[in-house]
């Protein structure tokens, strides 16, 4: 109880990256480095007692403003990421947007990074009266060395859901991309503009659409990359991700949308000479369509082991950020998501609740039950 009483969030989230550091095997001075800058990124935030209620946030179910997430590669170790709200309880959104950029410019100094891409496009996603569901949430990938790689996601919507497709163009635009919304599939809605900033070999811009009642078969034909994913490898993981083929393999099994949580896909472009894009991801809420973190753990083995990577760090990771039972919640493994890159082997991310503010207790049934015209039909 006392302890209860004096936990900060700061003090959970720290502790949380400390340990995932070690489950991935960072040294013990970039894991010290990183709490701090997550501590700094966080700011006033980071002093919040947890037994205050929390601000509103949609980076988490809980509202915490932190996220982790491991992206997995074949053959060498999965890299940790934090997604941060750095204007978490600024009071309005404006604010927080204000802070979130002048944050971002902090680290931008303090790494040596510039952030002329996104001062381009201040404008556009930081009005003077923003609209939902964000304003900046920057994330900072934890590589070896104390420095991370760095990148923003922006709000499509800040100048209204109506005028998201035009931000987004826009915004495309003025980055050189001039025909990269002309290639994006139909989506339901804008949900991020991301960017990279800072030392990465080929930096990204990315577009992430929200996929109201997406189907396996749906998101096959999302992938707009040429010589893109096989729709085979989609599918599988689709299916794997919401639970969907408990059935034989070989089996054409029936298409169930995702009626609950969307899905989502991540539409990533390195280039502006073809106007295509060079990277897909599908992302899966497994969260949504799993009765307890067993299974979603179990899900994501399967699409770690079928990939060719090793599911020993997630496993580890899992315990670093909690010590309750997988089966006594659900939503500690927020998506899954399938990552193609051009010429390169698929690899799979796995993001991570902190939890610090509540464990949404486990579904009692088994989610979803194939419909019965599905499966005839
Ligand atoms: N919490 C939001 C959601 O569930 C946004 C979000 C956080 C998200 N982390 C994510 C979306 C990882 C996709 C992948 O949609």
Not at 125 to 135: D, M
Not at 187 to 201: M, N, S
Not at 242 to 259: M, R, S, W
Request: glycine share 8%; with cysteine.
């Amino acid at each position: 109880m006392l302890r209860r009483n004096t936990e900060t969030l700061g003090g959970h989230a720290a502790r949380q990256v400390l340990r995932l550091c070690e489950a991935v095997g960072l040294s013990g001075a970039d894991s010290t480095e990183y709490a701090r800058t997550l501590l700094t990124v966080l700011g006033p935030a980071a002093e919040r007692p947890l037994d205050l209620p929390p601000e509103q946030s949609f980076l988490s179910d809980d509202h915490t403003p932190v996220e982790f997430s491991l992206a997995f590669v074949p053959d060498a170790d999965p890299t940790l990421r934090v997604l941060l709200e750095p204007g978490y309880g600024a009071g309005s959104l404006a604010e927080n947007g204000r802070v979130g950029l002048r944050v971002v410019r902090e680290m931008a100094r303090r790494w040596g990074f510039d952030t002329r891409r996104l001062d381009e496009l201040e404008d556009l996603f930081f009005p003077p009266e923003p609209e939902g569901p964000l304003a900046l949430w920057c994330a900072l990938e934890l590589v070896p060395g104390g420095v991370p790689r760095a990148k923003v996601y922006l709000n499509p919507a800040a100048s209204g859901q109506e005028r998201s497709a035009d931000t987004v163009r826009e915004a495309l635009r003025r980055l050189g991309h001039r025909r990269a919304f002309a290639a994006l599939p139909e989506g339901d809605r804008h949900l991020f503009f991301a960017l990279d900033l800072g030392d990465w070999e080929e930096p990204r811009v990315k577009v992430y659409l929200v996929h109201q009642d997406l189907s396996a078969a749906d998101a096959a034909g999302l992938s707009r990359v040429d010589g893109g994913p096989r729709r085979k490898e989609i599918k599988r993981f689709f299916r794997t991700a919401a639970g969907h083929d408990i059935d034989v393999d070989g089996f054409d099994h029936p298409d169930v949308p995702l009626d609950r949580r969307p899905g989502l896909s991540c539409h990533a472009f390195t280039e502006s000479r073809t106007g295509l894009p060079s990277g897909f991801t599908l992302h899966i809420p497994v969260r949504d369509y799993a009765r307890h973190d067993g299974e979603a753990l179990d899900r994501a083995v399967a699409v770690l082991r079928r990939h060719g990577m090793d599911p020993a760090p997630l496993v580890r990771a899992l315990s670093a950020v909690t010590s309750r039972r997988l089966q006594d919640g659900v939503g500690l493994i927020a998506y899954l998501g399938l990552v193609h890159q051009q010429g390169r082997a698929p690899r799979m991310n796995a993001y991570i609740s902190s939890e610090a503010y509540e464990v949404r207790p486990p579904a009692t049934v088994a989610v979803p039950a194939p419909r019965p015209e599905a499966v005839h039909s």
